[in-house]
C-alpha cells in the first residue's frame, strides 16, 4: 500500500511593514530624479542610497548617503526580527497581508 504524501499547505505572504516604511524615501528620491533627469536618473539615485556611492560625483562614498536608503531598510528589518521575537506578528496574524 502506498503511503499518502502530506499536503502542501499554501503559505499566504505578508508584507512588513517596518521594511516597506524603510523603503518609502529612496522611492520618493527616485520619482524626484526622475523628474528632474528622466529615466537615467533612477538607476543613479538608488545606487546612491543603497551603496553610499554617488555615480553623478566620480562615485565618491558618503555615508550620508546610506542614511537614506539602506539603513532605514535595514532598521525595518530589525524591527521585523524584534517584532517575531516578541509575537507581535502573531497577534497581528488575523490581519491579511500585514505584518510589522
Do not use: C, W
Not at 537614506?68 to 530589525?78: C, R, T
Amino acid at each position: 500500500m502506498a503511503k499518502n504524501r502530506p499536503r502542501k499547505r499554501f503559505r499566504e505572504r505578508k508584507v512588513s511593514v517596518a521594511v516597506l516604511a524603510g523603503m518609502v524615501y529612496p522611492i520618493l528620491d527616485a520619482r524626484a530624479e526622475y523628474g528632474a533627469k528622466g529615466a537615467k536618473g533612477i538607476p543613479i539615485s538608488f545606487v546612491r542610497n543603497f551603496t553610499g556611492f554617488n555615480p553623478n560625483d566620480n562615485y565618491r562614498f558618503a555615508v550620508a548617503n546610506l542614511g537614506q536608503g539602506l539603513i532605514p531598510v535595514l532598521a525595518g528589518y530589525g524591527i521585523h526580527k524584534i517584532a517575531n521575537r516578541f509575537g507581535i506578528n502573531r497577534m497581528l496574524a488575523p490581519i491579511p497581508f500585514v505584518q510589522i
